[in-house]
């Protein structure tokens, strides 16, 4: 990590936020209320901190978008990406050939990839791999003479990427509402929320529960027309939904009783989030196919890609032609960066850090927050968390009562975090954080410090 001081030279915030606000439409954005209040600059990173354009320091504990795994100002991947675009910026993996990143990369992660995954398609970016998943099933039940299995099952509030292809796996209804969606073919069941739809049974039956859903709509569908299953182990952007243990064993019984592909989507929860190279060890789902992204190169230059089981590669290498692809497909600057990120999470043992010694210090940490008067629930798994603001606590998750949403209480609460030195995510009114994995406990007290501050601004303005 570097040393260097803070943003030496200051830019003009005001020059830019009119630049950004008459120039740049944003990705999910309303951007009527961004130009009213003025966008932030950020302008230099380090470790797990960010500078913003007036020199504010913050705290990230949202790891930019789920993706800076490694921390920001990693000189190496820097080094790394550099000696790639001197030697070579830019080749295609088309038409028989390929580059010494993209093929030293595909090795690599054949080697740290759960057993039985030997083969990568790469992609830009999260959605594109999820895009590819739909061309990649299709073909292969094409391949085997099934061609009717088309639909793919998926979940509501999952996120599965913003193309067509995966806003419509997706299941968040602010996005079906807008442009059509989803696309034919694909079809939704309630995800596995404990909060939600557990009243009245322990998590462990209301994990078998929540899968049997799939096993209802399989039914519906017919077998025979049902491709693949998609979910993310742990859903991510719809709120940290962690499900409970005994969903994803029961999923995957399920999958093989009707002979339909599993995927699991490891954006978010893939290299090292929750303490090991794939969530998917993790939940015991041995998916047919991993979608990856963000933490493959710590975000540091746009990758992604599908990890494709044997089972699967051996259909689709014996079918022939694959008409699919993308002019980034196996970019090989980003592979370069994907390598040496990969080669610091060994060095540094972040795995086995995030495992044994600060996500279990992380939990403990967090849950202590369940005691303060606006939080129902607070847990994490590895390094992923989320608390609950509720108007009036409970016992039981089932019978606490919520704020009215038209308050907007996650979003008062994210604007402390803000204004306080801290990045934290609001969905609804859960809070939720993704840390970088290089965290230290000291780290994670300071982070603890600033949530319950926040917390504590928050009940003043409710009060
Ligand atoms: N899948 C999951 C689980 C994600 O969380 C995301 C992004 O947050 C995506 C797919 C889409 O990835 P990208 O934004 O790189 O297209």
Not at 284 to 302: E, H
Request: charged share 20%; glycine share 10%.
């Amino acid at each position: 990590m570097t040393t260097t001081p803070i943003v030496p030279v200051l830019p003009d915030t005001q020059v830019l936020q009119r630049l950004d606000a008459a120039h740049f439409l944003h990705p999910f954005t309303d951007h009527k209320a961004l130009a009213e209040k003025g966008v932030r600059v950020m302008v230099r990173g380090d470790g797990i901190y960010l500078w913003d354009s007036e020199g504010r320091k913050v705290l990230d504990a949202m790891s930019g978008l789920w993706c800076v795994n490694v921390g920001y100002g990693r000189t190496s991947i820097t080094q790394a990406v550099a000696r790639q675009m001197e030697t070579l910026p830019f080749y295609n993996s088309f038409f028989n050939t390929t580059t010494i990143p993209a093929v030293e990369l595909a090795a690599k992660l054949a080697r740290i990839a759960p057993a039985g995954f030997r083969h990568v398609f790469y992609t830009g970016s999260g959605s594109e791999a999820n895009d590819t998943n739909v061309r990649m099933v299709r073909r292969y039940w094409d391949l085997l003479g099934q061609p009717e299995r088309t639909v793919i099952i998926s979940r509501h509030n999952a996120y599965h990427g913003s193309t067509m292809a995966g806003a419509s796996l997706g299941g968040m209804s602010g996005m079906h509402v807008q442009g059509g969606l989803p696309i034919p073919g694909i079809v939704h069941i309630n995800q596995p929320s404990y909060a939600e739809h557990g009243v009245g049974m322990t998590p462990e039956e209301f994990g078998v529960h929540a899968a049997s859903w799939l096993e209802e709509r399989i039914r519906e569908l017919g077998p025979d027309k049902v491709a693949a299953f998609i979910g993310e182990p742990i859903q991510g952007a719809g709120g940290v939904i962690i499900p409970p243990v005994t969903y994803w064993p029961e999923v995957r019984r399920i999958c093989d009783k009707y002979d339909i592909l599993l995927i699991a989507d490891e954006v978010i929860t893939g290299f090292g989030r929750l303490g090991k190279w794939f969530a998917s060890e993790q939940f015991g789902i041995r998916p047919d196919l991993i979608t990856f992204a963000k933490g493959v190169t710590s975000g540091y230059v746009p990758l992604g890609g599908v990890l494709v089981s044997d089972k699967v590669a051996g259909v689709i290498v014996a079918g022939g032609d694959f008409n699919h692809g993308f002019t980034y497909s196996g970019h090989p600057v980003a592979c370069a960066a994907a390598l040496e990120n990969i080669r610091i999470i060994e060095e540094e043992k972040l795995l086995e850090q995030v495992a044994h010694d600060t996500a279990p210090y992380l939990k403990a940490r967090f849950a202590s927050l369940a005691a303060h008067p606006l939080v129902g629930t607070a847990e994490s798994c590895g390094f992923v968390a989320g608390l609950n603001l509720v108007r009036r606590k409970a016992g039981n998750v089932h019978y606490q009562v919520k704020f009215d949403p038209g308050l907007g209480v996650g979003m008062i609460c994210r604007a402390h975090m803000f204004d306080n030195g801290v990045i934290m995510r609001a969905v609804g009114d859960r809070m939720i954080i993704a840390p970088p994995l290089i965290m230290t406990r000291p780290q994670i007290d300071e982070l603890i410090g600033l949530i319950r501050l926040c917390l504590d601004r928050t009940l003043e303005d409710l009060e």
